[in-house]
């Protein structure tokens, strides 16, 4: 059977309240326990076991009350050791003065075996108290079971009464939890009045039919709130020997008034009667403002309210008088509408107080904002100027004409313009900072890039180089629109390019499918483009030193533009050797820069462009393979793709690493000739490898020239060879036919060097 009692636990949202209700809370115990009213006759016991006995009822001749209709007399059961009260055959819970008494009745079983016998352990229930009814509003019948009728039998206005309750059902599957309307489970009231009673439970079958999921027929009274049908019952019950019962008491079968006529009456002093709706007894309750056992004598005893609860108004005192209470105001009040109101003289003091409490809190709140307010803008023009502020604002000013659209932006507009820099803002995240979406007060979407904190101490280099990024006009460099200097690290504020990064089109497998070779040329050629431009056509030459496919945007029409340029760096033309740390991302790094830690050699101040070079040749094996850069899930040799590329090509084998999709009869010469000025941009030493205007120009070349085979191509499988032009060298490849695994002890070198720096983490 599942039983369960409710309770709750109280919150408390402060130490304050806390402290409050624990000093009421042992105020209520201190007062109940000051307050003790007496429930039984005087020197008489008032309890069996756990349960309180109250007078009319006793556990001794003597001690309850006696009448011919009703038998108040308690059985005080010792045999278990543990003291239990009963009436009759049952056992009693509880037994409240208000006119209930809680036994444990017991339940009918009607048990059978799968051939249809019926077991020794079936049983009827009866209840042998005459003189109680059974409680019509906390109790129900109840008939468990799938081949279940039921009977209650008893006496009701002096006649013989029966009801009954029916439960039918072929399995399980329509049983619903918590559904007692007739399958598996019906419920039914039970009539006003019945005493006496007695029920059993019967089997329309036997159980034959239903035996496997329930033997058993049940029968039972219980309280309602106590029951909540369960398919599990069909079996269980049979374990459950009692449920708990309420019973209606009352004192003998007459009225209040015929009762006091007759001189058998049993309230006692300030105390009402009240009959019952059936007319067989009446009851006893204490009058308002009293409290204890009505049926004693002197039970009903006076309630000091003033001590029990906090019953006056605020500002009142409380004074107990028989049977009820009084409120008056403290000193210094007077009642004005039931209410107590403080003369002039506490209005005029309490007034002046709060005004005075008032204008200091308004005082300080002011003075506390306005010092705050002032940190933060001092704070803002310490990092303004920190970050170069004003070297910048000079600048732009020196600048005015060619710089007309750069912008200083504040920190409260592009925390705006990114929604406080919210997650779900971020377009990407790199070893440089975070790249967020923003829309500009004008409806202007840009990318607002937050980068890592950084050297204090390059911020005139930093500021050179908005300089200079901010009069870089070309279509295929992503354009600057200014930056924000009032934050700890300055912001950035680039235009917002729609379409993703290169590598994302390249290694997604369903988006590289779109990526057909006519635009990997075009992308190929205009980065090509962009960097040639940055490093010979600026007013001073820039190093990206972080050329990857991640740091390529694309927009809708896969024009190609180059982005991030936090690892970049000015090169005076003067200056023709720059020593610095090593930067930028394993598997497009230069082998040699990685040795030397130089961008530039003393010999050539332009060569400081080759580190770029050899990335760039990284990316365009990238768009021609479709493999990434550095992988640790291929096998120890093509972990660097630069390094098997190259050693691919000497081996002859270049088809059996481009992607299939870009490779048809009619683009395998251009294909050759891509591959070739990727494998001179990947030469171990800078000094011969192309500058990127010699790779702008030969791939604008390739790109714009007419489809005019250079060789033969043998579709039987024989050799293809081809001439590239002087600054190219040329290679033979085999299709469909095996390739030679020469190769050269320099790259052999180089390339051990460079897996081992990978996977010593350096």
Known sequence: MHFWESSGAMGFHSMLVLVTWVCVMLTAIMAAAAIAYPLALPNCSDSCGDVKIPYPFGT?????????????????????????????????????????????????????????????????????????????????????????????????????FTIGCLSKCNDTRNIVNGNCSGIGCCRINIPEGLTGIDFAAYSFNKHKDVWSFNPCSFAFIIQKDKFNFSSAY?????????????????????????????????????????????????????????????????????????KEKKICPIKQNCFNEVGSYRCSCINGYHKVEEVCVPSLTIYLAVGISIFSLLVLLLGCSWI??????????????????????????????????????TKIFTTEELKKAANNYD????????????????????????????????????????????????????????????????????LLVYEFITNGTLSNHVHDKSLSSLLSWEKRLKIATEIAGALAY???????????????????????????????????????????????????????????????????????????????????????????????????????NDRNLAISFVSTIKEDCLLQILEDHIVSEGNIEQLKEIANLAKRCLSLRGEDRPFMKEMAKELERLRSMEKNPLGNIDV???????????????????????????????????????????????
């Open 368 to 405: 506390y904002w306005g010092l705050k307010k002032r940190k933060f803008i001092k704070l803002k023009e310490k990092f303004f100027q920190q970050n170069g502020g004003l070297l910048l604002k000079q600048q732009l000013s020196n600048h005015q004409n060619s710089i007309e659209t």
């Open 423 to 490: 997650e779900s803002r971020v377009l990407r995240q790199g070893g440089y900072g975070t790249v967020y979406r923003g829309l500009l007060s004008n409806n202007t979407v840009v990318s607002i890039k937050k980068s890592k904190i950084g050297d204090q101490n390059q911020i005139e280099q930093f500021i050179n180089e908005m300089i200079v990024l901010t009069q870089i006009n070309h279509r295929n460099v992503v354009k600057l629109f200014g930056c924000c200097l009032e934050t700890e690290v300055p």
């Open 534 to 636: 940055l490093h010979s056509s600026t007013s001073m030459p820039i190093i990206h030193r972080d050329v990857k496919a991640a740091n390529i945007l694309l927009d809708d029409d896969y024009t190609a533009k180059v982005a991030d340029f936090g690892a970049s760096r000015l090169v005076p033309l003067d200056q023709t050797q720059l020593n610095t740390l090593v930067q930028g991302t394993w598997g497009y790094l230069d082998p040699e820069y990685m040795q030397t830690s130089q961008l530039t050699e003393k010999s050539d101040v332009y060569s400081f462009g080759k580190s770029d070079v050899y990335s760039f040749g990284v990316v365009m094996t990238e768009l021609l393979t479709g493999k990434k850069a550095l992988s640790f899930d291929r096998p120890e």
């Open 60 to 160: 001794t001749e003597g001690w309850y009350w006696e009448e011919e209709s009703r038998d108040f007399s308690i059985n005080c059961n010792k045999s278990s050791g543990q003291p239990q009260p009963m009436i009759g055959n049952i056992d009693i819970t509880n037994i409240s003065i208000e006119g209930e008494m809680d036994i444990l009745m017991y339940n009918s079983i009607n048990c059978y075996d799968q051939w249809g016998t019926p077991l020794s352990n079936n049983t009827e229930s009866w209840l042998q108290v005459p003189d109680f009814t059974v409680s019509v509003t906390k109790n129900k019948f109840v008939a468990v079971g799938c081949d279940t009728y039921a009977f209650l039998n008893g006496t009701l206005k002096d006649a013989p």
């Open 716 to 762: 039987d499988g024989k050799k293809i060879e081809y001439s590239l032009s002087a600054t190219s060298h040329s290679f033979n490849i085999d299709v469909g036919i095996g390739c030679s695994t020469s190769t050269t002890a320099e790259y052999d070198s180089i390339r051990e060097q460079v897996l081992k720096s990978v996977e010593d983490g350096r």
């Open 234 to 306: 069909l079996t269980s019950l049979q374990n459950n020997i009692s449920f708990p019962m309420v019973l209606d008491w009352a004192i003998g079968n007459e009225t209040c008034k015929v009762a006091r006529n007759k001189g058998n009456y049993i309230c006692g002093a300030n105390s009402n009667c009240s009959d019952l709706k059936n007319g067989s007894g009446y009851r006893c309750k204490c009058k308002k403002g009293y409290n204890g056992n009505p049926y004693l004598k002197d039970g009903c005893q006076d309630i000091d309210e003033c």
